[in-house]
């Protein structure tokens, strides 16, 4: 067989994967004792796990996670109250399905951010989309969209993406306007997406936070009532492990 115009042929279908793999097995002394079929699953199987990477880098860069976080990296060690059992389940991902939310409160430095981004992290894994953004710079990007007349699309990439991760809840009082947004959001959202909100506030502080009452009350049943929960303390984990992720 000539190799060349078979790797031709594979490039120009777009089959890298395979590409590379008869390229490779091509210059293997041993590959001549492998029949037929077993040729043909070696060259799937890297096509499948080529197809599998560029997914998965293409899913990352769309989600814009702020760490560079992944399940093999949580540090239970640390006394914070992190329960191992519920963040394994957290990260098969069943709850996204189920289109469950996620609250994730605790002192600043205990490492909501970080474990966020590692759900994040399996869901881009999972092929699921998934968008990362702290909430004060998102209600800035909102308004500016607004401004030029790109709200309702902005409103609807929002509502699709199938995980987004609101990060920084709480930090500072909502105007009129960003609680229309809020509410905004996750009504598009409600039982057909799921959100991860981390925060330095307890749950029980988000209404009087939100700031008025029915407001409150239409975007905290939209978001805790099926939200999963993780209560985290101690002391930051900043101070404690400085070159250590959270």
């Given at each position: 067989?000539?190799?060349?115009?078979?790797?031709?042929?594979?490039?120009?279908?777009?089959?890298?994967?395979?590409?590379?793999?008869?390229?490779?097995?091509?210059?293997?002394?041993?590959?001549?004792?492998?029949?037929?079929?077993?040729?043909?699953?070696?060259?799937?199987?890297?096509?499948?796990?080529?197809?599998?990477?560029?997914?998965?880098?293409?899913?990352?860069?769309?989600?814009?996670?702020?760490?560079?976080?992944?399940?093999?990296?949580?540090?239970?060690?640390?006394?914070?109250?992190?329960?191992?059992?519920?963040?394994?389940?957290?990260?098969?991902?069943d709850w996204i399905d189920a289109h469950d939310n996620l609250a994730l409160c605790g002192p600043t430095g205990i490492g909501k951010s970080w474990l966020a981004c590692a759900i994040g992290h399996k869901a881009c894994r999972d092929n699921r989309s998934v968008?990362?953004?702290?909430?004060?710079?998102?209600?800035?990007?909102?308004?500016?969209?607004?401004?030029?007349?790109?709200?309702?699309?902005?409103?609807?990439?929002?509502?699709?993406?199938?995980?987004?991760?609101?990060?920084?809840?709480?930090?500072?009082?909502?105007?009129?306007?960003?609680?229309?947004?809020?509410?905004?959001?996750?009504?598009?959202?409600?039982?057909?997406?799921?959100?991860?909100?981390?925060?330095?506030?307890?749950?029980?502080?988000?209404?009087?936070?939100?700031?008025?009452?029915?407001?409150?009350?239409?975007?905290?049943?939209?978001?805790?009532?099926?939200?999963?929960?993780?209560?985290?303390?101690?002391?930051?984990?900043?101070?404690?492990?400085?070159?250590?992720?959270?």
């Amino acid at each position: 067989m000539l190799t060349h115009p078979t790797l031709d042929q594979l490039n120009t279908l777009g089959l890298y994967g395979m590409a590379k793999a008869f390229s490779e097995l091509d210059k293997h002394g041993d590959s001549a004792t492998l029949n037929h079929a077993e040729w043909l699953g070696l060259l799937l199987d890297r096509e499948m796990t080529h197809r599998h990477d560029k997914r998965l880098i293409a899913r990352l860069r769309h989600a814009r996670l702020r760490h560079q976080a992944t399940p093999e990296d949580v540090d239970y060690r640390n006394p914070r109250g992190l329960d191992r059992r519920l963040l394994q389940t957290l990260f098969q991902g069943d709850w996204i399905d189920a289109h469950d939310n996620l609250a994730l409160c605790g002192p600043t430095g205990i490492g909501k951010s970080w474990l966020a981004c590692a759900i994040g992290h399996k869901a881009c894994r999972d092929n699921r989309s998934v968008l990362y953004a702290r909430f004060p710079r998102l209600l800035e990007d909102l308004a500016l969209a607004r401004g030029d007349g790109r709200i309702a699309r902005k409103l609807k990439s929002l509502g699709q993406v199938e995980l987004l991760i609101l990060d920084d809840w709480g930090l500072q009082p909502l105007d009129a306007q960003a609680r229309h947004d809020l509410l905004e959001i996750l009504e598009d959202r409600y039982g057909r997406r799921s959100t991860i909100v981390t925060s330095q506030l307890p749950v029980s502080a988000w209404h009087h936070a939100i700031g008025d009452n029915t407001y409150a009350d239409a975007i905290l049943d939209r978001l805790v009532h099926n939200a999963h929960r993780i209560e985290l303390e101690g002391e930051s984990m900043r101070r404690a492990q400085p070159t250590l992720p959270a």
